[in-house]
């Protein structure tokens, strides 16, 4: 149940007396590179590179301690002679490694990689950066119960010092990277999580930042989860929406959201087991398809609007055909690529102490508030590092990419920025999903946008003209 339970898509021991935080030193590390290809399975995309490692202390205060080694990879610029400024990406989770990814987002920015080296660093804890797993591919058909359960041991096995694998760390070791490649200021892309990173970054060493594309916004006030139960009823409640006001989808699936609640109130009384072929590995696969299960499956798929589109099918099975293979099957198809010692390193110290769990959580989703909660009482973790949550000020060009239909980080989440980045403009893609950089729209705005470093000007127009794609009708697909 690894990539169901947890996508997105903590009471513990505190040690923060222990923990200290200091600045980017002043000297520069020399970064050997050397050629190599970067490929991710299912991705078509191979990408020549230039990779690296560079050695940091696991605990910045302590520069003779413990080192690890972060693993860098830099995409050269097409031209021969670059713009001086690069790219760096931040991905999301938190957990994704961005080496790991990039092959996926390599078509996304083919623009700015022709004029921009582009950089990548395995956060520490992701990747090859002392990677921090978790699970392994033969808990994926394990019961929710029993993945919570593995969760709250992983600590114990893991070969890190947790409370020094943060985002303001991270970003302390992302300027390092930049010194030792030789980097004046930099552009920085975030993704999600990597919205969270960005804005770090950007109140750390303002200095160096030239512009910023976030999609997927994380705003400084954002908490994991506190808001997900209300985020994703109202992305549940604008498909619904969608699907009525749509002639087809209206059509084929009249009853569809009476549908779903009758499901979900069969599932509370009485729990579905199924076997279907692991959509992975096409072995059995024995589940317990429970009303929370339901509720993750939903959430997850949300996230996707190509899996959106399939969603009234998938229901419709599931209520009229006992069939929740092609639900099941959504959900497999979404692989975030997360390590979850990383995840939770991050979410445990920076989101699980500022939550309020008797406070808006209701509905259908609050269950994801609670098995976090879970598992974060085996999480060891200092206090919240202050500049992660500290409010941003800034007039460096920022451009922003939020999807109307987003479950976890709506365009709320962006416009409570719009007061302190002075030079910011938020972009709404309508019925969309989590992640917006994709559609040539997107890639067009978001490439003239690095080139200029300015929002003055910049055509915008396709953004009212992209949609969700359209609904499923059968097995068949939409019609044509």
């Known amino acids: 149940?690894?990539?169901?339970?947890?996508?997105?898509?903590?009471?513990?021991?505190?040690?923060?007396?222990?923990?200290?935080?200091?600045?980017?030193?002043?000297?520069?590390?020399?970064?050997?590179?050397?050629?190599?290809?970067?490929?991710?399975?299912?991705?078509?995309?191979?990408?020549?590179?230039?990779?690296?490692?560079?050695?940091?202390?696991?605990?910045?205060?302590?520069?003779?301690?413990?080192?690890?080694?972060?693993?860098?990879?830099?995409?050269?610029?097409?031209?021969?002679?670059?713009?001086?400024?690069?790219?760096?990406?931040?991905?999301?989770?938190?957990?994704?490694?961005?080496?790991?990814?990039?092959?996926?987002?390599?078509?996304?920015?083919?623009?700015?990689?022709?004029?921009?080296?582009?950089?990548?660093?395995?956060?520490?804890?992701?990747?090859?950066?002392?990677?921090?797993?978790?699970?392994?591919?033969?808990?994926?058909?394990?019961?929710?119960?029993?993945?919570?359960?593995?969760?709250?041991?992983?600590?114990?096995?893991?070969?890190?010092?947790?409370?020094?694998?943060?985002t303001d760390i991270a970003m302390q070791d992302l300027d390092r990277v930049r010194s030792a490649l030789g980097y004046a200021s930099i552009n920085l892309y975030g993704v999600s999580y990597g919205t969270r990173a960005a804005l770090v970054y950007l109140k750390l060493y303002p200095e160096r930042v030239r512009s910023v594309v976030l999609d997927a916004v994380v705003d400084p006030g954002f908490v994991l989860y506190q808001d997900a139960a209300a985020d994703g009823q109202r992305a549940l409640d604008l498909f619904f929406e969608r699907c009525q006001a749509n002639e087809v989808c209206q059509s084929t699936y009249p009853e569809l959201q009476s549908e779903f609640d009758s499901l979900l109130k069969k599932l509370e009384e009485r729990p579905a087991e199924v076997t279907i072929p692991n959509p992975i590995t096409g072995n059995p696969l024995k589940m317990t398809v429970s009303s929370t299960l339901l509720a993750n499956l939903i959430f997850n798929t949300l996230y996707v609007p190509d899996l959106v589109a399939m969603l009234p099918f998938s229901i419709h099975q599931a209520y009229a055909e006992e069939n929740y293979a092609p639900l099941i099957t959504q959900a497999y198809l979404i692989d975030a690529g997360i390590?979850?010692?990383?995840?939770?390193?991050?979410?445990?110290?920076?989101?699980?102490?500022?939550?309020?769990?008797?406070?808006?959580?209701?509905?259908?989703?609050?269950?994801?508030?609670?098995?976090?909660?879970?598992?974060?009482?085996?999480?060891?973790?200092?206090?919240?590092?202050?500049?992660?949550?500290?409010?941003?000020?800034?007039?460096?060009?920022?451009?922003?990419?939020?999807?109307?239909?987003?479950?976890?980080?709506?365009?709320?989440?962006?416009?409570?920025?719009?007061?302190?980045?002075?030079?910011?403009?938020?972009?709404?893609?309508?019925g969309m999903g989590h992640g917006n950089s994709s559609t040539e729209c997107a890639m067009r705005i978001l490439a003239s946008f690095i080139d200029r470093a300015s929002i003055s000007g910049l055509d915008t127009t396709c953004v009212a003209s992209v949609e969700p794609p359209p609904f499923f009708v059968d097995f068949s697909g939409p019609q044509p």
């Not at 050397?34 to 910045?60: F, I, R, W, Y």
């Not at 790219?87 to 623009?111: D, N, Y």
């Not at 976090?372 to 920022?398: K, M, N, R």
């Open 1 to 166: 149940m690894r990539k169901i339970l947890l996508v997105v898509v903590l009471n513990a021991v505190l040690l923060t007396a222990c923990v200290k935080r200091a600045a980017a030193p002043t000297a520069s590390q020399t970064l050997a590179l050397s050629d190599c290809v970067l490929s991710t399975p299912n991705v078509e995309d191979q990408v020549t590179a230039k990779c690296g490692a560079l050695s940091v202390a696991e605990d910045p205060s302590n520069p003779q301690g413990r080192q690890i080694n972060l693993n860098i990879a830099v995409v050269p610029a097409i031209r021969r002679s670059p713009e001086p400024d690069p790219l760096f990406i931040l991905v999301g989770g938190p957990g994704q490694s961005a080496i790991e990814t990039f092959p996926g987002l390599f078509t996304t920015l083919f623009r700015v990689h022709e004029d921009r080296d582009i950089v990548l660093v395995d956060q520490r804890g992701t990747g090859k950066s002392n990677p921090l797993n978790c699970l392994n591919v033969e808990d994926e058909s394990v019961e929710e119960e029993q993945v919570t359960a593995l969760l709250k041991q992983c600590p114990g096995k893991l070969d890190a010092d947790l409370r020094y694998y943060t």
């Open 339 to 430: 390590y979850y010692g990383m995840f939770y390193a991050v979410a445990c110290t920076e989101d699980a102490p500022l939550l309020h769990t008797d406070s808006d959580e209701q509905g259908m989703f609050e269950n994801n508030l609670n098995a976090f909660v879970d598992v974060c009482t085996a999480w060891p973790h200092g206090e919240p590092p202050a500049v992660v949550h500290d409010p941003v000020l800034s007039d460096v060009p920022v451009l922003m990419f939020s999807g109307e239909a987003d479950p976890i980080t709506p365009p709320w989440h962006a416009e409570q920025l719009t007061g302190s980045l002075h030079n910011s403009l938020n972009l709404i893609f309508k």
